[in-house]
């Protein structure tokens, strides 16, 4: 069914449950039909909705709906500015028919532990709009990922809008991944924030994704970086990244390739930090 109104969604996530399933750009649950690992009795058409795809400025941050598509913010000059992180990982998501057609919302939805624009979300502390019949709540990001495809999404709640918030002055951001092929998911990634003060970094916030079952954020090695010169930091920064990740193995390389990986990324990372302009 095609929806034009975000109550009749509700009204029929309330009637029918698991057996009916959201359709937004389709890139995760058409495979999964295909594959079928799904099997739903009624597919919910999204993309009629008025006013879920916008990207505003919002109190000097960015609002940007859930209908948003990958190649929509990646053009955004508004994006660009507001949320440079974002503008960073863009290109790295899959290839341009995916990113023609994928959405900001369906992205954190479907909460897959090797996807960037989750790590993204928490990285640059958002908030997540969720909306139901019972009314709209807001979840921040870090709460928001509960677990392999997991969220705090309610059966019947959908993700409506995402908010960022405005950059401090200062702020600077970098993302990394390294893939078997370009387009390819990613065996690890890295999206960093932090702010830049007289050369000193401050509050630096390291989130890794491709190494656990959700985007894990790497406290004791941003706490190493905390209060030092960035690049005199980065030896003790990866020494700490071994208290934070412990990655399972997969298909693509086992767990200590993968920390060995998640290590190079992160001095990689800090040298585009200390590379880049405020």
Same mark, same amino acid.
């Given at each position: 069914? #095609?929806?034009?109104?975000?109550?009749?969604?509700? %009204?029929?996530?309330?009637?029918?449950?698991?057996?009916?399933?959201?359709?937004?750009?389709?890139?995760?649950?058409?495979?999964?039909?295909?594959? #079928?690992?799904?099997?739903?009795?009624?597919?919910?058409?999204?993309?009629?909705?008025?006013?879920?795809?916008?990207?505003?400025?919002?109190?000097?941050?960015? $609002?940007?709906?859930?209908?948003?598509? *990958?190649?929509?913010?990646? $053009?955004?000059?508004? @994006?660009?500015?507001?949320?440079?992180?974002?503008?960073?990982?863009?290109?790295?998501?899959?290839?341009?028919?995916? #990113?023609?057609? %994928?959405?900001?919302?369906?992205?954190?939805?479907?909460?897959?532990?090797?996807?960037?624009?989750?790590?993204?979300?928490?990285?640059?502390?958002?908030?997540?709009?969720?909306?139901?019949?019972?009314?709209?709540?807001? @979840?921040?990001?870090?709460?928001?990922?509960?677990?392999? *495809?997991?969220?705090?999404?309610?059966?019947?709640?959908?993700?409506?809008?995402?908010?960022?918030?405005?950059?401090? #002055?200062?702020?600077?951001?970098?993302?990394?991944?390294?893939?078997?092929?370009?387009?390819? *998911?990613?065996? @690890?990634?890295?999206?960093?924030?932090?702010?830049?003060?007289?050369?000193?970094?401050?509050?630096?916030?390291? @989130?890794?994704?491709?190494?656990?079952?959700?985007?894990?954020?790497?406290?004791?090695?941003?706490?190493?970086?905390?209060? %030092?010169?960035?690049?005199?930091?980065?030896?003790?920064?990866?020494?700490?990244?071994?208290?934070?990740?412990?990655?399972?193995?997969?298909?693509?390389?086992? %767990?200590?390739?993968?920390?060995?990986?998640?290590?190079?990324?992160?001095?990689?990372?800090?040298?585009?930090?200390?590379?880049?302009?405020?």
């Amino acid at each position: 069914m #095609r929806a034009r109104a975000l109550d009749e969604v509700f %009204g029929v996530l309330a009637a029918e449950g698991d057996e009916a399933k959201i359709l937004a750009g389709g890139q995760s649950l058409v495979p999964a039909l295909n594959m #079928r690992l799904l099997e739903p009795r009624l597919l919910i058409d999204i993309n009629s909705l008025p006013g879920l795809g916008a990207v505003a400025e919002r109190d000097g941050g960015l $609002r940007i709906g859930a209908l948003a598509r *990958y190649a929509e913010l990646g $053009r955004s000059q508004l @994006v660009a500015r507001l949320a440079p992180l974002i503008h960073q990982a863009i290109p790295h998501i899959a290839h341009p028919a995916i #990113r023609n057609r %994928g959405t900001f919302g369906g992205s954190l939805a479907q909460a897959d532990p090797a996807a960037e624009l989750p790590a993204c979300a928490v990285a640059l502390d958002a908030l997540i709009h969720v909306a139901s019949a019972r009314g709209e709540r807001r @979840v921040a990001a870090r709460a928001f990922f509960k677990g392999l *495809y997991e969220t705090a999404l309610a059966p019947d709640e959908i993700v409506t809008a995402i908010d960022i918030p405005k950059p401090a #002055r200062g702020t600077r951001t970098a993302f990394l991944e390294l893939a078997r092929r370009r387009g390819d *998911y990613a065996m @690890v990634g890295l999206a960093i924030t932090a702010r830049i003060e007289d050369g000193v970094v401050r509050a630096p916030r390291l @989130v890794f994704f491709g190494v656990g079952e959700k985007p894990v954020e790497a406290r004791a090695a941003a706490g190493a970086l905390d209060g %030092g010169v960035l690049r005199d930091r980065i030896a003790a920064a990866q020494e700490a990244l071994g208290e934070d990740l412990d990655p399972p193995g997969d298909l693509q390389a086992d %767990g200590a390739t993968k920390l060995h990986l998640a290590r190079v990324l992160l001095a990689r990372g800090v040298d585009a930090l200390a590379g880049s302009t405020a």
